[in-house]
């Protein structure tokens, strides 16, 4: 019971990424061959590594006036709704409620990472702030951050997978990215993909018992105001 309680309250706060040189006196490269003929494979790596590198982090926050829902398992506060609202070009807004608190969040969005400069308990009819406060609000946390790639870091979380099939009652995803935090007890995974953000979570502890206390969320729809 002791574990069930802490886990709850953990849960209450949880729930809620070619210049040209004039080279004139040389002789051109031919069938990707330096001048010297060498092969030029650290070019080709390069722009085959490009694609993941220039996503844009703003794909991964929810289109503006949508609401998501999420169907919970394992708890009873694992089920929520969250409505994205875009403040400008740079800030987004969240409200997420799981029927025992309702958080709002705002996230910054800058060229290598996404950080949560807000994140407070509020009524369900609450207001964002004015634009002139929340562009003086100093980060939180970093969410989400670039390189996507294996075994990028940001605060405490880690990104540990780029093409993970992920299954949701809204759709199945092909390619979800992984990223995870663990402590000595708990792990924690967010799944995110491209034009959605987070489409799934996990939460598993480690219980006094020996057993595996585990809670998920995933996405099961999202509505825009259009709709």
């Known amino acids: 019971m002791r574990a069930m309680r802490i886990s709850m309250i953990f849960l209450l706060v949880l729930l809620f990424g070619c210049q040209q040189q004039d080279n004139a006196g040389d002789p051109e490269p031919v069938n990707g061959e330096t001048p010297n003929g060498e092969e030029n494979g650290d070019n080709q790596n390069a722009v085959e590594e490009e694609p993941e590198d220039e996503l844009e982090l703003s794909q991964f926050l929810k289109p503006d006036g949508s609401t998501a829902k999420f169907l919970g398992d394992g708890n009873e506060f694992a089920s929520y709704t969250e409505k994205t609202t875009w403040l400008d070009d740079q800030y987004v807004g969240t409200i997420v409620d799981n029927g025992g608190v309702t958080m709002m969040t705002i996230y910054k969005i800058g060229d290598e990472k996404i950080e949560i400069v807000y994140k407070e308990p509020v009524d369900l009819d609450a207001a964002f702030p004015d634009m002139e406060d929340i562009k003086s609000m100093q980060p939180i946390e970093t969410y989400f951050a670039k390189p996507i790639e294996v075994g990028?870091?940001?605060?405490?979380?880690?990104?540990?997978?780029?093409?993970?099939?992920?299954?949701?009652?809204?759709?199945?995803?092909?390619?979800a990215i992984v990223i995870e935090e663990s402590g000595e007890n708990y792990v924690n995974r967010k799944y995110f993909v491209e034009g959605l953000g987070e489409v799934k979570t996990e939460y598993i502890m480690d219980t006094d018992q020996g057993e595996k206390y585990i809670v998920i969320s995933t996405l099961e729809s999202v509505s825009t105001e259009d709709e």
């Not at 605060?155 to 995803?173: A, L, M, R, S």
């Open 152 to 175: 990028t870091s940001f605060g405490n979380w880690k990104i540990i997978k780029i093409d993970e099939p992920v299954e949701t009652p809204y759709k199945n995803f092909d390619e």
